[in-house]
């Protein structure tokens, strides 16, 4: 039954007949298309919820209307391809005055979920609709700036077009107003003239017109045509033109044109024809030109007062081609000169040194000066420490493992006379250093272990004192521990020619213990009385010169050099010249840390104000003012350039002879980018690493320096592929930023041990493994079976050794190796086996080889891949 009321309908049905279904469930049949024709029915149950109301049993969700708050019904469309069975109709139960109605079986919170998602939606269509809007104002703001930008532009290169128009018309007025105003002369010996072009106009727009166009106007160029002015035509000139320009009576009185010749257009003709009849050679003036070692050939040209080309023509009648910018040798330029009649006198750039160093001294001036001592030994004998109950100052701690790095200097006073002591490392690294301690020093401290004896390093630091010439004094270290045997040192110091007095010799010999301090004053007793015997002096009034200890990059201080003043006194403000680098001397601090006015001989110190870090070994000198200075320094630098360049391209060659060389030698590089502290440092690292080398690998050392990792460093090792090896230093922070966004490896170390071992390992796997083969065992075929699907299968008698599964195989005909490579199969009778012992019968086929014959002998082996160390 059906009721219509306020626009509402209500469909009631009879009640429900006794039914096995579950209470609350209503079940509907869904009809699914598929494709092709196929259909499939499901059974849909609808459950609903209950509601517990006074007087019933089952209730169904009941919504009253109200005329006053209609709502809109809420339609749902059914999915496509699915056809529904009709449902029964709602159900109006009485509750009530007012009846129930239930609305598609839809819950109350159904419908408000689906009243919730339609208002959602139209909020966010409302949202979607006001943010086109924005995007839509955005846009077009961005084309009306983008326009305006446009317009903007053109109007100034209108502008600019109608300045340089301007100008242009301009510059063309004053050229046609002083050609009109400039007397107009025509003389004899004048050419044709050419016509001369209207030069071309840059701007097509006129200045009037150019700002009238307005902003959004289009500017149209047209190219412009040069105006061409018609050519003056030419005539003949007679002898009255050719009288013309001279000034005579008749001429000046009479009603001419007023065209004349200037005073100066007429001295110059006359100039002019008297050069042309005077046709002598003029007089050779003969010049000394002063010839460096290397000169070019406009430099020549000039010394010489000679054109430049015609020292090119000279060349050029050689059968040689060249250029005003190349550069001869002396030979060369000294003959050239000679052709040209001038004399020669030759200097070499290296008299720019000449009396920098060997000034020798009046012997009036001398004065006793205190000794240098270098301490030199093996490693771990002891320098240090002896030095250390010297000074009575802990060095070895502030050494890392306990090995001396760097040279030390230092300064110590016994019975009011002064001595100086070099601290040479003991490291075979360290050899370049202990041979410039030797050559700086009066007197070399070879310290030997008591229980050690004479080892490697002992041995080179004689070799180093004999080459200096520099007497020797023994001291025999750690003679408190109970293995000493000063006896055993003394020994073995024959085999190397070093007699100490106690075996009948000159050498002086003290037995010392660092530790208990037993025999020091001995050993600076012996010292004194060495510097006596050598008589040693200098002359402290004049300008200093010495050698270059040490030198480092400090970050706060800048470069500085530990210097060995060996004559005159160093000041403070003196101009300095240290190997390629100059200074003003800013400072002068001694070995403990104090600033001091002045250095005199024999005095170690480290100097602030250098332009940069001189290598150490490097003599140095004081120059009277900073031009000469800086004109040595330039002069070595370019020699150093020279060298390097020289170097390289030696080293270089052709690029097929380089590319051939790679092949034949296979030659791998390990490339590095070594800094360190100090400069004697670097020169050990990069010493010890050329000793890794191999023919087949080898350590290639971009970059050495002193100071801290920087981020141009890091830039080199990223362009080379390099590996950064930082020793005593670190990274800055930008350095270190680089060296991650790169890539790249950055090493520290402050020990030189693990520095090679670490590189020693790196480079021992760029060796290619070694291939090492080994031998299994032979077997003899002894008949050949062809086999369907499978080829080839040999029947064979294992003779010697053992057979394997997977192993390397070489097939032997008649003692030669026919075939070699690896078995497709191996079995014994049907079974396919790992091995075959000796004695026993097996079958063999090889992996795409069937060539064998009844009485071949198949040998087996085995290759490793073993990896090489350097």
Not at 274 to 287: L, P
Not at 464 to 486: E, L, Y
Request: charged share 30%; with cysteine.
């Amino acid at each position: 039954m059906t009721d219509t009321k306020d626009d509402k309908t209500l469909t009631v049905t009879p009640k429900k007949t006794l039914t096995l279904k579950r209470p609350g469930i209503e079940q509907g049949t869904v009809r699914q298309n598929f494709s092709h024709g196929r259909t499939k029915s499901v059974v849909v149950e609808t459950k609903k919820r209950k509601f517990s109301a006074p007087g019933e049993r089952e209730a169904a969700p009941v919504i009253t209307p109200t005329p006053s708050a209609p709502k809109p019904a809420v339609t749902v469309a059914p999915p496509p391809n699915v056809e529904r069975t009709p449902r029964p109709a709602p159900t109006v139960r009485p509750a009530g005055d007012r009846g129930g109605v239930v609305l598609n079986s839809l819950s109350r919170g159904e419908m408000d979920a689906r009243r919730r998602a339609l208002e959602d939606a139209k909020v966010r269509e409302v949202e979607e609709r006001a943010r086109a809007v924005e995007d839509a104002k955005r846009r077009a703001e961005e084309d009306e700036r983008r326009q305006r930008e446009r317009l903007e532009s053109a109007r100034r290169q209108a502008e600019e077009e109608a300045r340089i128009q301007a100008e242009a018309e301009a510059r063309r007025r004053a050229e046609e107003e002083a050609r009109r105003r400039a007397p107009q002369t025509d003389t004899a010996d004048e050419e044709e003239e050419k016509p001369i072009a209207k030069p071309r106009s840059v701007a097509a727009a006129t200045p009037a017109a150019s700002p009238a166009a307005g902003a959004g106007a289009a500017i149209r160029r047209t190219p412009l045509k040069p105006e061409a002015v018609p050519a003056k035509p030419t005539k003949t000139k007679g002898e009255d033109d050719r009288r013309r320009g001279k000034l005579t009576l008749t001429a000046a009185t009479s009603d001419g044109d007023g065209r004349s010749r200037s005073l100066s257009s007429m001295r110059r003709r006359q100039e002019k024809f008297k050069r042309s009849m005077y046709q002598g050679e003029r007089e050779k003036i003969s010049r000394e030109v002063v010839l460096p070692e290397t000169i070019t050939i406009q430099d020549l040209a000039a010394r010489m007062s000679e054109r430049a080309v015609d020292l090119i023509k000279y060349f050029m009648k050689q059968g040689t081609m060249m250029v005003p910018g190349d550069v001869l040798d002396a030979d060369t330029a000294e003959l050239v000169a000679g052709e040209f009649g001038h004399t020669v006198r030759r200097v070499a750039d290296s008299d720019i040194e000449e009396g920098l160093f060997g000034v020798q001294d009046e012997a009036a001036t001398l004065q006793t000066r205190s000794p240098v001592v270098t301490i030199m030994g093996h490693v771990d004998h002891g320098k240090t420490s002896l030095l250390d109950a010297i000074r009575s100052a802990s060095v070895v701690s502030g050494e890392a493992g306990g090995i001396t790095q760097h040279i030390g200097a230092y300064q110590v006073e016994k019975n009011g006379q002064k001595i100086t002591f070099l601290d040479t490392p003991g490291h075979e690294a360290f050899t370049a250093m202990r041979a410039r301690g030797a050559q700086a020093t009066d007197i070399a401290v070879l310290v030997v272990a008591a229980d050690d004896s004479v080892m490697p390093q002992t041995i080179e630091s004689i070799s180093h004192a004999k080459s200096a010439g520099v007497p020797i004094i023994v001291a025999i270290n750690k003679i408190d521990k109970p293995s000493a045997d000063a006896q055993k040192v003394r020994t073995q110091l024959l085999q190397h020619e070093v007699f100490v007095e106690s075996m009948g010799g000159e050498v002086l010999d003290v037995e010392v213990s660092a530790k208990t301090g037993a025999g020091l004053d001995k050993l600076l007793e012996a010292i004194l009385l060495q510097a006596e015997i050598l008589d040693l002096s200098a002359n402290p009034d004049r300008t200093a010169e010495g050698v270059v200890i040490e030198a480092q990059l400090d970050k706060g201080r800048g470069p500085v050099a530990t210097i060995l003043v060996q004559t005159g006194t160093l000041r403070t403000g003196d101009i300095l010249v240290a190997g390629n680098v100059y200074g003003k001397v800013r400072a002068l601090v001694n070995d403990q840390g104090k600033t001091v006015p002045e250095a005199g001989p024999s005095m170690p110190v480290e100097v602030l104000g250098l332009s940069g870090t001189p290598a150490a070994g490097d003599r140095f000198a004081v120059v009277e003012n900073e031009a000469r200075a800086r004109e040595i320094s330039e002069y070595r630098m370019r020699l150093a350039r020279e060298k390097a360049a020289a170097r390289q391209s030696g080293q270089r060659g052709s690029l097929e002879q380089m590319m051939s060389q790679l092949q034949n030698s296979g030659l791998k590089e390990f490339p590095l980018v070594v800094k360190a502290d100090v400069q004697g440092s670097a020169e050990a690292i990069v010493a010890a690493l050329d000793k890794l080398g191999t023919d087949e690998v080898r350590a290639r050392i971009v970059h050495v320096g002193a100071g801290a990792i920087t981020e141009s460093d890091v830039s080199l090792a990223e362009t080379s592929n390099a590996v950064i090896i930082g020793f005593n230093v670190r990274a800055n922070k930008q350095a270190r930023t680089a060296a991650e966004q790169g890539g790249i490896e950055v090493r520290y170390y402050n020990i030189i041990y693990n520095l090679v071992d670490d590189v020693k390992q790196a480079m021992s796997g760029l060796l290619s493994p070694e291939r090492r083969e080994t031998f299994l065992g032979n077997a003899e075929i002894l008949e050949v079976f062809n086999i369907t699907k499978t080829g080839k299968v040999a029947g064979c008698r294992v003779t010697e050794g053992k057979v394997e599964r997977g192993a390397g195989v070489r097939l032997i005909r008649d003692n030669v190796v026919i075939h070699e490579g690896t078995l497709k199969t191996l079995k014994r009778f049907k079974d396919e086996v790992g091995e075959v012992p000796v004695g026993q019968e097996c079958g063999m086929a090889f992996q795409n080889y069937e060539d064998i014959r009844q009485g071949d002998v198949i040998e087996c082996f085995r290759v490793e891949m073993v990896t090489r160390t350097l």
